[in-house]
């Protein structure tokens, strides 16, 4: 068998392992719980609520800001995203309460990254200019598609006509702008992908996020699906196709594909994001929020109650149950790197990965991997292929179980 | 003890679903031989799959007491007999159990398969047999239609059959007047020697082995010294018992009388159906007559899915041998699939039993290798060997010749589906042996290799003949033909669970619809993976599976990470449930599945 010695060799010399919000950066994750409806592809934690109580959510946020705050004293704070649910039903002075918090809670960075997810109707979009006073500086619309049939099809309550317009809007308050496009929907050919796909690039700044639909158990496509319904989606290879297309038409329209459903010009990547990808840290406040933080060297997976009136109550409440925090080991951290980490174009550092306490095994699972073209090894660096990418899921399950799984 | 003229011994012969365990309810019910409130349906049919599959696989039998109208009290035995070819000797053994037989037919149906094969095997014990219509409560009943093909094709005169609805009660009394006049009373010799059949016997958890016997001659008592004159085993009775259905102990059994003992019996394999019971000081002179060894004719390899659950699959199959005597095993070494057994098994119907029983009492996920028959390989050097397991075939070179089994099939079938069955018995090679009409239905009877039958010709027959058609079969010895090992290579790495022996003129197609079927069967891999069948080293067909091209997470953020793991290891544990061949998963369903010839 051939040896990875080699790989071991070309580590760098011992430096002590740094933490990961040094090594990745520090943000913030907030999670807005509330939707106008549900769509029938989301499988996130959305709730549609007759009516909500905007101060008392202002307050919970901040007091879940501030428990958090206390255990991350003195880091410098890179990034915030508003996600859902969606965040666009937030009033702006909710906004601008949370934000207020943020910035007496911790240390900012200069070009701190504030992202709101958006629905493009015309009546969010009267609120972008509040979000901007807030202190938001970047806006990630959810447009999904560019003709009507499909967006009454996957559920959504506006028009293309009016997505244009609020991404209008957007482009002329934000600094900076994305929106997202889902493709493979039922019945969609190649070529009519690669004609919305076009548009949306002419449209675009330098920002996409475009995902292949995935029908999830426990959304009603999910249900849908199982009971023999939802006909027409496309099968492997027709996705496999599209993905394709999308790869080339982006890069021609000078948006490289930066992680496996991002595409953006250099620099316009989404900073928040790619904290995710690179094993940094990040709190999660609110409602089903996740965060990874790491406390004198052990990383934690914290996770909140769901259901917003729960988590609601135990924030004010201060009770513990609010976030639970829970310790994850070296192997377990270092699965989570590989997992996020190969989704991007740059890959993971092998040193980190070894640092955090991957099995012996590994390095050898790697070589491996790169001598069947799914992987490649550049110094410390391991990065996944072209076609690498395209297979993640089944190479990280050779890479993660190995010979385990036999 | 009863006297003989008071005794009626009989069965049931009918097709599945003609009625036989309702009638058998409601003889049981109206007598009250069961208190209302214990009843339920299908009294004698006590296994699971039994119930479910409305067939009978043990014997079973239930003591009647019946007042009939001249005022006297008859004992009326029925036992209820196996109904499945699989199990024609033990059919044969309890008809010689008994004196008459009532034929149930569905009046709406007509004569089956099943019914003919049973019936003659009830003549051939010298039965005297009434016919009875079942379900003339239904509409489409043609009871005078039925009577006249039962002259045609069975030979008896239906002039006096009972006309009944098992499931109403409409002359369930006329029934048990039949049995006692109709019907005719053992005979036996009291003072002779005990002289009993061995009809049957069962594992019973809180009793042990259970034997169920007919006396022929002669007295058993309780504390009786027995001897089984097969085994030339010894053992002395502790319990004598009838069954109403539910043991109730009795102090002997005569002459003509039917009963269960147990006797510290150790293994159901200890006892043979068609064994001969008498006392070990003072013998009956001749054995009864007819005792056969029951024979396994089809073969397979049961495996655990999970190879850590190979102790628990010694242990289910052991505990079930002991209650079936006609199972064999022997433990098996694949390459492919790890340890498992080789196992023996009556018939087609007898496998999916016994691993339908694994599966669910022991909950235990098989994977089942393509069933093959026993082939007598004759060497060059003149020595005869059986082949029970296509991966022990000697080198080719070394084979003079290759003897396989062959049935004769009786298919009865309604003619506008004559072509597509004789369509499917040429496909299977047979050779057409008869062909008549009774009415609208007509009769064909072919020579068939065993090996083209065993997998799925039933499954086939009834699908191309919407249901109509029924089958029955018996052995009827071996025929030297041109057969071959066919091997599998997935990844060009042999499969030796999914290696067969097939007529040579029939490889190449058979080759290439198994790679279709794999092809299909086995899920995309990261690089493409060539599906190939072989005689020797002899390509004959080949499918490629192409790579895997999209398998990725479309979202995936900091709120994924978790969940995503999770997915991780669920596809980890549905990775389990797959065997590994090199480095290709092969899922267990696919095993059995490629074998399937529907194209």
Known sequence: MLSPSWLLAALPAADPPRAD?????????????????????????????????QPRWAAAFAAGIARVAARTEGRVLRSVYFGGGTPSLMAPETVAAVLDTVRAMWPVANDWEVTLEANPTSVEAGRFAGYREAGVNRLSLGVQALNDDDLRQLGRRHTAAEAVHAFEIARATFERVSFDLIYARQDQSLVRWQAELDRALALAIDHLSLYQLTIEPGTAFGARFAAGGLRGLPDEDLAADMYDATLERCATAGLDAYEVSNFARSGAESQHNMLYWNGGDYAGIGPGAHGRLTLAGTRHATVSPSAPEIWLQATEADAPAAMVWEPLSGQERAEEYLMMGLRVRQGISLARAQAMGVDPGLSQRIFDASQDGLLEIDGDRVRATARGRLLLNALLRNLLVGESCG | MTDLDHIRNFSIVAHIDHGKSTLADRLIQLTGTVAERDMKE???DAMDIERERGITIKANAVRIDYPARNGKTYVLNLIDTPGHVDFAYEVSRSMRAVEGSLLVVDATQGVEAQTLANVYTALDAGHEIVPVLNKIDLPASEPDRIKAQIEDVIGLDASEAIEISAKTGVGIPEVLEAIVHRLPAP??????????????????????????VRIMDGVMRKGDQIRMMQTGAKYGIDKLAVLRPQMTDIAELGPGEIGVLTASIKLVRDTRVGDTITHDKKPCAEPLPGFKPSQPVVFCGLFPVDNAEFEDLRDAIEKLALNDASFSYEMETSAALGFGFRCGFLGLLHLEVIRDRIEREYDIDLITTAPSVVYKIHLRDGTELELHNPADMPDPATIDHIDEPRIIATIMVPDEYLGDVLKLCQDRRGIQQDLTYAGSRAMVVYDLPLNEVVFDFHDRLKSVTKGYASFDY??????????????????????DALSMMVHRDRADARGRLMCEKLKDLIPRHMFKIPIQAAIGGRVIARETLSAMRKDVTAKCYGGDATRKKKLLEKQKAGKKKMRQFGKVDIPQEAFINALKMDG
């Open chain 2, 187 to 212: 005979t036996g010799e009291r003072d002779a020697p005990l002289k009993a059949m061995l009809v049957d016997s069962w594992y019973d958890s809180y009793l042990g082995v259970v034997v169920m």
């Open chain 1, 21 to 53: 919000w040094v090594e990745a950066g520090f943000g913030l994750y907030l999670h807005w719980p509330f939707c106008q409806s549900k769509c029938p592809y989301c499988d996130f934690n959305s709730h549609v609520a007759a009516s909500i109580d």
């Open chain 2, 474 to 495: 018996h052995l009827s010895g071996y025929r030297t033909d041109n057969l071959v090992k066919m091997s599998i290579l997935v990844n060009d790495e042999p499969v």
């Open chain 2, 42 to 44: 299908q009294m004698l």
